[in-house]
Every structure is written in structure tokens, then in C-alpha cells.
């Protein structure tokens, strides 16, 4: 088979048997690879294109000999350049990269996403051999509709989780193995302060192209947080490498040339037969004890090298959990929640603390383990049930307003709920002292059903709050569905209201709104007097946030602590 783009060379001066052997070689081995691609491209350690064959008019709009002598990635997406070079580099280095996805410049624009794999050889000179594809074999991306991150491109929080499950069932479908990496940059809130902002999303852009080469299919790597990453790979991948190349592209980024590091943990996908139920319980929980801990890094010293562990690790944590639920053996912290205009606390919020053994994983966290481990109705009734009967020991002393979160599931449990308005009206004396503050972290599947007892709530005497406002889609559809006394801002959405114009005008609408509905707000994460000022301009009511106190077992503590400085009088 002869392809267009193996034409001989004048300038190499081949003739006789010999160089026709060595021409019915390649061509033999070009018209092999044609089996499987529909563009053959050759390129110099250089990343220069040396040979081309197959569809290059087609795909690229440009004749075969017009490529040859320029940068390949002089022909890529403008979003996938970096990509390109750093799937290079990782051929190099490994020798192969297989199922890569990539976006070539074509003759109406980007192209459709191209399959590409490819192999390095030492003994010719080290060039690279590429083929391309236009159907992708493999692995499937039917989760590009999963959100990203507006920076990096990179897969975001809950969509990597979704990402990742699917890669690894892929793979491990096709019988090939598969880890999923976590990476954290321990000094990059350092760095980022020596960085300008064009700087940074340089920097971003750069990591993202690595992370994303070094991946299955170029494309399966997320950014958890500002300083935390993941990618799912397969076991060829050489993670040590990867550290070093990310601290030397930090390093050259940084004006004092400091970088920020990088650590990482790798686990294994090792139970081909691992339930799917099984690998999504341990991957999840991996990563959100990685993204949600205070320190990063220790999380990742402590991750175990195999998913199997993870799994039995995940499951004797949750026993754990029951039984201490159970035997009520959890402790309760406290955080006020003031008025916004004058500093006078208008209730605290009761905030449950656990000790697991595993003081870098959040309260927040487990909560959300236990609700999808089916634990959350017991857990919020045992909650409910300490407040109780703190409540009445402290009665005769100090006559305290508690809010106490209740989880959306446990709010469609019919059984929850009677047992609730139970202990209710067997506690009149709670009425205008007990709060409940709804949480989302399950979206409520029935909302008219859910109205109905959060008015047998409010009928009671007990105000409503709903929790994470701004965090989610439903969000208008649970204000309009539910009648509630009060909503709580989501921290992260109020970070970024602040950080444009656009933002203060869209808090201040919803403010507005609630304002006609007669329903109060409160911002919460408020931590500076920035942020105070701001959510006090956009009309927000009340505030929590470590600026007017941390979570305390001691109650008390925040009638000690003097934030009169915050009010001054008028």
C-alpha cells in the first residue's frame, strides 16, 4: 500500500535495493497503523514534523507537505497547545501514550475531538510516532457534560468524582489497569501572593496541561481546590516524575524561584471484581476527605495504596460512626449567629463534633457519609434529642435560642418526621428556643410533601431555616416551594459575589427578594470586617463566621468575647 506523504526524498539520494527495502518497510508498517488511524504524523524530539500521511487535507485543510518542517503544535487548538506538548514529552519519557484526546486546527476550525496514540523510539533518532482517530476506542466521554473549573478546564469537585467512576469501570472493563492519583501543592498559598493574576492562570493553565497528559485519554484530571488536584491514570504512570515536573513548573512560575511543591498519593484500582457500588463508595470518600481536610497532606500520608482498603476502611469508620450514634457519644459545639447592624446574637447554631481518629476530616464530612450510608435520620434524631435535654439542663440558668440542622432525607422520612413532631409537643416549653435549619446536602425529591411538615414545624412554633442558599440549582425552587422563616447564604457563593459588581447586584436582588417574601437572610463564613461591611451594603440580616467567634463547646465563650469594635455606635 503506498499513502500520500511517503513519497521519497530527492534530497536523501536513496536508490538501490536496499532503500527500496527500507521503503517497503515503513510502507508495510504505515499501512499497518492505517488499520486503526486516519492521519500517521512523524515529529523530531523537537516536536517538529518530519513525516505525515492519511487525512491530512481532510482533517487539516492543508496539504501533507505544507506540515512537514513546522511544530506540530503550531496545528493544535489554541486550548490544547499545551496538551500537545505535554503529551510529547510523556511519550518520550514512556515510550507510549495510548487513547490521548486532542483538538487539531482544521480547515472550518477546532476539530472534533481526535483519539491519538503514540510511541517513541530511541533507535530512530527518538521521534515520535502519532496516529490520530477520528472515533475515540476506549474510553467513553460521555461525561463531558460534568461541570469544570472555570480556570483550569479541569473537572470540579463532584464532577471528577462522577469522571473518575466512569474512567475506572471503563478500564476496568477492558481488563487494563487503573489508579486514581491526589496531588496537593503545600506552598501554593504562598505563591499565589507573589503572583499576578495573568501570572496565575499561566501557572493554572500550565499544571492543567500536565496533569491532563499524564491522565487516561488526556482528559481525566480535576482541580479540587485552589491548591488540590486528582487524575485518574494507568499504572505505567510514573507519579514521581509527575511531582517533579509540577515542582519544577511551579518553580519557574515564582518570581523567587521557590515553587510550591507537591505531594501526592497514588491508589490502586486492585479487585477487578470489586463491586461497582464498592469502588464508588472508596473513591469518594478518598476525595473529599483529601479536598475537605484542613491539611492535605497528611490525609494523603495516611491514604492507603489500594482501593480495597480504602473500601474496608470507609466501612469500619462508618461502623464506627453507628455506634457512637447510637451510644450518643458525639460532642456539640456552638456558633452564634448575630445581627448584622448591631452585634447582638440572635440564636447559635448547634454543630456537631466527632472524634474518629481522624482529626483532619470535617464534621461535614461525615454527615454526608452517614447520609448516604442511610445513618442520617438516626444521626439528626440523636442530635435533636441532645439538644432536648441540654436545653432543659441549662433552662433555669440561661434560657439559650439553638438552631439544629436537619437533613433533607430525613425530612422525607414520614417516620422521622412523626417521631420528631412527637418529642415536639411533648417539649412545648422548647417553643421560640429550638430553631431548625434545613440542609441540602440531599435534594428534596417531594417538595409538597416536605412543606407540609416543615408547617407542622412552624405551627408548633419552631422557625425554619433554609440552609446552603446559593449553592445549588433548586435553589429557587425550594424558596417558592417551601415556606420558611429564614435562609442562610452559602458561604463559597458569598466569596464569590464579592469578588465583582455583578455579584453585589445579585445578592442584593435576592436579599430583596426574600425581603418581599418575608423571609430574614443570614450570611455565614463570615470571617473579615470586608466581609461584613459587604453583606451589611447588600442588606443581608444576620452573620456567622469565625469573625465573631469559632465553634466552641463552651457556649458561654462568646458572651466573653468583646466584637464591639464591629458596631461602632452611630
Known amino acids: 500500500m503506498t499513502t500520500k506523504g511517503n513519497k521519497p526524498n530527492p534530497k536523501e539520494g536513496a536508490s538501490g535495493p536496499a532503500a527500496r527495502s527500507g521503503r517497503r518497510d515503513r510502507e508495510r508498517f504505515v499501512a499497518f497503523a492505517f488499520c486503526w488511524a486516519d492521519l500517521l504524523i512523524e515529529v523530531t524530539p523537537e516536536g517538529?514534523?518530519?513525516?505525515?500521511?492519511?487525512?491530512?487535507?481532510?482533517?487539516?485543510?492543508?496539504?501533507?507537505?505544507?506540515?512537514?518542517?513546522?511544530?506540530l503544535s503550531d496545528y493544535a487548538a489554541p486550548d490544547n497547545r499545551r496538551l500537545l506538548e505535554e503529551l510529547l514529552k510523556v511519550a518520550r519519557h514512556n515510550g507510549r501514550i495510548t487513547n490521548a484526546r486532542v483538538r487539531l486546527m482544521g480547515r472550518r476550525g477546532v476539530t472534533m475531538p481526535l483519539s491519538m496514540a503514540g510511541h517513541s523510539l530511541d533507535g530512530i533518532g527518538g521521534n515520535?510516532?502519532?496516529?490520530?482517530?477520528?472515533?475515540?476506542?476506549?474510553?467513553?466521554?460521555?461525561?463531558?457534560?460534568?461541570?469544570?473549573?472555570?480556570?483550569?478546564?479541569?473537572?470540579?469537585?463532584?464532577?471528577?468524582?462522577?469522571?473518575?467512576?466512569?474512567?475506572?469501570?471503563?478500564?476496568?472493563?477492558?481488563?487494563?489497569?487503573?489508579?486514581?492519583?491526589?496531588?496537593?501543592?503545600?506552598?501554593?498559598?504562598?505563591?499565589?501572593?507573589?503572583?499576578d493574576r495573568a501570572a496565575e492562570e499561566d501557572l493554572i493553565h500550565t499544571l492543567s496541561a500536565c496533569l491532563k497528559a499524564n491522565s487516561i485519554s488526556g482528559d481525566s484530571a480535576g482541580r479540587l481546590a485552589a491548591d488540590r488536584y486528582g487524575l485518574v491514570h494507568d499504572r505505567r504512570t510514573d507519579v514521581r516524575r509527575l511531582d517533579a515536573q509540577i515542582e519544577d513548573v511551579t518553580r519557574r512560575a515564582d518570581p523567587q524561584g521557590l515553587g510550591a511543591g507537591a505531594r501526592s498519593a497514588t491508589i490502586d484500582v486492585d479487585h477487578r471484581n470489586l463491586p461497582d457500588e464498592d469502588l464508588a463508595k472508596g473513591l469518594t470518600s478518598a476525595i473529599e476527605d483529601f479536598r475537605d481536610a484542613a491539611n492535605p497532606a497528611d490525609v494523603l500520608d495516611r491514604m492507603p495504596p489500594r482501593m480495597s482498603e480504602v473500601v474496608a476502611r470507609v466501612e469500619g469508620t462508618l461502623s464506627a460512626f453507628k455506634q457512637m450514634v447510637s451510644a450518643r457519644a458525639f460532642d456539640v459545639a456552638f456558633q452564634p449567629i448575630i445581627n448584622s447592624h448591631n452585634g447582638v446574637i440572635h440564636h447559635y447554631e448547634a454543630l456537631a463534633r466527632f472524634d474518629l481518629g481522624d482529626g483532619e476530616i470535617s464534621p461535614a464530612h461525615w454527615i454526608a457519609r452517614a447520609e448516604e450510608a442511610g445513618l442520617i435520620t438516626e444521626f439528626d434524631m440523636a442530635m435533636l434529642e441532645r439538644m432536648v435535654s441540654w436545653l432543659a439542663r441549662t433552662w433555669k440558668t440561661q434560657r439559650y435560642h439553638v438552631a439544629v440542622n436537619v437533613s433533607g432525607h430525613s425530612l422525607e422520612s414520614q417516620e422521622f418526621v412523626n417521631e420528631m413532631l412527637g418529642l415536639l409537643r411533648a417539649n412545648s416549653w422548647l417553643r421560640g428556643h429550638l430553631m431548625f435549619e434545613i440542609t441540602e446536602t440531599k435534594e428534596i425529591s417531594d417538595l409538597l410533601v416536605a412543606n407540609r411538615y416543615i408547617q407542622g414545624m412552624r405551627t408548633q412554633g419552631y422557625m425554619v431555616c433554609l440552609d446552603d442558599f446559593g449553592a445549588g440549582a433548586a435553589d429557587f425552587q425550594y424558596l417558592s416551594s417551601l415556606e420558611v422563616d429564614l435562609v442562610k447564604f452559602d458561604g463559597g457563593a458569598l466569596r464569590q459575589a464579592q469578588k465583582g459588581g455583578k455579584g453585589r447586584a445579585f445578592l442584593r436582588a435576592l436579599t430583596a427578594l426574600c425581603t418581599e417574601l418575608e423571609v430574614e437572610c443570614v450570611a455565614e463564613m463570615i470571617d473579615s470586617k470586608r466581609g461584613l461591611d459587604f453583606i451589611r451594603d447588600c442588606g443581608v440580616h444576620y452573620a456567622q463566621g469565625y469573625l465573631f467567634g469559632r465553634p466552641s463547646l463552651d457556649i458561654d465563650s462568646f458572651a466573653r468575647t468583646d466584637i464591639s469594635y464591629l458596631f461602632p455606635r452611630r
Do not use: C, W
Not at 466521554?141 to 462522577?162: A, I, Y
Not at 467512576?165 to 499565589?192: C, F, H, I, Q, W
Open 128 to 195: 515520535t510516532f502519532l496516529a490520530f482517530r477520528v472515533r475515540h476506542p476506549v474510553v467513553s466521554h460521555e461525561q463531558d457534560g460534568l461541570p469544570r473549573e472555570e480556570v483550569s478546564g479541569l473537572f470540579s469537585g463532584e464532577g471528577f468524582s462522577q469522571m473518575a467512576l466512569g474512567r475506572m469501570k471503563g478500564m476496568r472493563a477492558a481488563n487494563e489497569d487503573v489508579s486514581v492519583t491526589l496531588l496537593t501543592l503545600p506552598d501554593y498559598a504562598l505563591l499565589r501572593r507573589r503572583l
Open 48 to 71: 517538529v514534523v518530519e513525516f505525515a500521511g492519511g487525512a491530512v487535507e481532510i482533517l487539516l485543510g492543508i496539504p501533507e507537505t505544507e506540515l512537514r518542517g513546522r511544530p
